[in-house]
């Protein structure tokens, strides 16, 4: 007879724990790498305010997407417009006059040609970087350096996607009369897979016309405001603290419509996340308040009675740096939320 051997339950519970901990350890190593994509997919920026920004590389997904949606606007739109001005009729009254016929044809080109070659110079120009098609996307063109994007930037990467991609289409789009044309075909689709795949073998996604103009495309940040800075911070002090304060900080800063206008939502967010930081170095706060002061011109108010009652519980020029950008969020935010109750809308200091 046989005798057929049961594993015992100490040896079931030991062996369900080792399963238990592998995959513990698995979701732990798969939470590590998913972490570690995510941080290769941002970059970090100092602006000109001295302070670090950090921006998303937008997916090579979106911005296929985008140039296609592009693509779809530079010839599909002027295509619409033939074909309605050939339903509608118009064209039989210029059969009868070549004159008209001859300017009607000069102006079309040269529409076509400026619209063809600067259609996205003028809107990533105008809209600090976007397109139509990046805008739907949700994705945008800035400069490496966090600076403001440049015009020599944009025409710099626009020139360089003639030479990527229109020029190339170009020449296999027409003929070729000698017996070398597959030769010349084959090299043309060589240099056209060099530059369409140029952004998946670097670890930034640029393609040519990036790295000559020293941008970025990156995914736009949402622009919903957040919490109240200033409101946040009070809550946690005392109630009799709250009211001195806002009524002595009412009294030492005084900003005029123009010194608010110098700056959008996109700054706005930036100072917010600065303050809201537990630990900034001071020569970090005073840069920026310097620079902010510059750029509003602001006059430093004279000192009297009051100004000296506010200063008193405060020590050093650190802490008054940081009264000043908590004076001039407040002052910004509620002026930035005023515009947008009557649908205007200032994505940044560049911004019209």
Known sequence: MQKTIMPSSSSASGLDKKQGNRLKKNN????????????????????????????????????????????????????????????????????????????????????LFLWYNFYFSYFEIKWQGRTPGKRVLGIRVVDRHGGQLKPDAVFARNLMRELELFLPLTILSSPIGDGADGLINLLIWIWLGVFIFLPFFNKDRLRAGDMIAGTWVVKIPKTNLLGDIVQDQDIASSRTSKISDQTSQADAFSFSDEQVDAYGIYELQTLEELLRKPEVAPKTIKEVTERIKAKIKWVEPSIDKRASFYWKNHKGSTQKDKEFLKAYYAALRKRLETKMLFGVRRENKHDK
């Open 28 to 111: 732990r190593s798969k939470k590590i790498n998913n972490a570690q994509k995510n941080k290769s997919h941002w970059r970090r920026v100092i602006t000109p305010e001295g302070v670090p920004v950090s921006f998303q590389l937008a997916s090579r997904g979106d911005r296929v997407a985008a140039i296609l949606l592009d693509l779809m606007i530079v010839y599909g739109l002027p295509i619409l417009i033939l074909v309605g001005f050939l339903l509608s009729g118009a064209w039989e009254h210029f059969l009868d006059k070549k004159e008209a016929i001859y300017v009607l044809i000069s102006v079309i080109t040269v529409v």
